[in-house]
């Protein structure tokens, strides 16, 4: 009788890597379960506790009949995510970490831990596919089946041999599915709602953990006439396209603004690190605000090597719709994208993930996007200001 195959599931305590586990074990593999604890500041506190989660998988892991291990990656993810989490806000940018720790973290320090238990493959319940391309003969990255919960967009940086280690069970299902087959076979979290946010902030105010460890550097807020409308308390906690927290809410301009009226809702447009200046816009659709091309670099690609240049769909953020766009190369690492039509708030910092249909290629971490209008009014020049981190 030939040896079932060994298949390492990373279970969360969601119930998405619990129906995985549950799928894989059904399919006839020998399936064994990892919790992974990814963050240990602030762990007992009631914004990010991971006690709970553990507990949830440790329930599933009994329920399913498996086995469950418990492993620490919390300094690799402090050196490998966190650190250049904070390299990006502090040079006023705005980084996904989430995409940062799938590469880093659960594709890698976990990947490599799962073989050094024999693993023949390993497993998450992320809502993606892979699929061997028969005629190029690489494995290629697929969105899930879900249009609503497809996650290609954070897997974007995996390469040919995670592809090939990797099984995604409920990619090919739909939610609904999932928290039906949870239910029928009595997994304790069926009902659990899914997790929203970075692990390490969990639902606390977001502004209120980056103080702790980026110091607040106030600077003058400016529309788009140069006119100061405000004071911000530093570029590191503001992102592009962002609507709320401005505190400019009752704050009115003399003339028509352009994208929006005297009343309309003010947006991040722009920030000057250099002058340490958060520029604002009044209107959704204001020209600072749409852009119809965008460079990126640290490109990865999941073939390998670049696309041809071509026509393809893109997404500058998640739960977007692809959008059209033709591919250029820019360099070793790089490239550039012109869209059909201009995107909106294209942040730097951000992924740019790019699509053949259904196949997701790769990406690039955003470096610049070109407004549509895009000088800024003459202002008076202020002294650069550099930032401090504060360590804990």
């Known amino acids: 009788m030939a040896q079932k195959q060994r298949v390492v599931v990373g279970l969360s305590g969601g119930v998405d890597s619990a129906v995985s586990a549950w799928l894989l074990k059904q399919q006839g593999y020998e399936v064994i379960g990892i919790f992974m604890k990814n963050w240990e500041d602030d762990d007992d506190s009631e914004y990010c506790s991971s006690r709970q989660d553990f507990l949830d ?27 250049e989490f904070l390299r990006e806000y502090q040079a006023g940018r705005t980084p996904n970490p989430d995409i940062l720790c799938n590469a ?14 024999g693993a023949d493959k390993i497993a998450t319940g992320h809502y993606c596919r892979v699929r061997l391309n028969g005629t190029t003969g690489q494995y290629e990255l697929l969105k899930g089946l879900d249009p609503l919960k497809d996650q290609s967009y954070f897997l974007h940086r995996l390469n040919q041999n995670q592809l090939r280690n990797t099984l995604f069970p409920v990619g090919e299902l739909p939610k609904t599915e999932v928290r039906r087959i949870a239910a029928e076979i009595g997994l304790p979290n069926a009902k659990k709602k899914d997790s929203t946010g970075i692990c390490f902030i969990g639902e606390r105010p977001f502004r209120e953990f980056l103080n702790r460890y980026i110091q607040k550097e106030p600077g003058p807020i400016r529309d788009d006439q ?20 401005l505190g400019i809410g009752g704050v009115k301009t003399q003339g028509a603004q352009k994208g929006g ?15 340490n200046t958060l520029w604002v816009v009044q209107g959704h659709d204001h020209p ?3 852009s119809p ?43 550039a994208l012109a869209f059909n039509e201009p995107q909106w708030a294209v942040t730097p910092g951000q992924s740019a993930v790019l699509y ?9 971490v955003i470096h610049a996007a070109t407004a549509t209008e895009a000088p800024l009014p003459e202002v008076p020049t ?6 401090k981190v504060r360590r804990r």
Not at 104 to 117: G, N, Q, S, V
């Open 226 to 245: 140069g006119r100061v409308v405000g004071q911000h308390v530093g570029l590191s906690f503001y992102t592009l396209g962002q609507r709320q927290g």
């Open 356 to 364: 053949d249909g259904e196949v997701c290629l790769g990406g690039g």
């Open 104 to 117: 880093e973290i659960k594709f890698k320090a976990f990947l490599d831990h799962a073989m050094r238990l």
């Open 382 to 387: 202020l002294a650069p200001r550099g930032k």
């Open 288 to 290: 600072w605000l749409q």
């Open 293 to 335: 091309q965008l460079q990126a670099l640290d490109a990865s690609w999941v073939a390998g090597s670049a696309p041809a240049l071509g026509r393809y769909g893109a997404k500058t953020r998640y739960r977007q719709a692809d959008a059209a766009c033709v591919l250029a190369p820019n360099g070793e690492g790089a490239f």
């Open 57 to 83: 998988a440790a329930s599933v892991a009994d329920v399913i009949g498996i086995d469950m291990e418990h492993v620490n990656f919390a300094a690799e993810y402090k050196d490998r995510v966190f650190a």
């Open 261 to 275: 009226g005297e009343h309309a809702p003010w947006f991040v447009a722009r920030k000057d690190v250099a002058h």
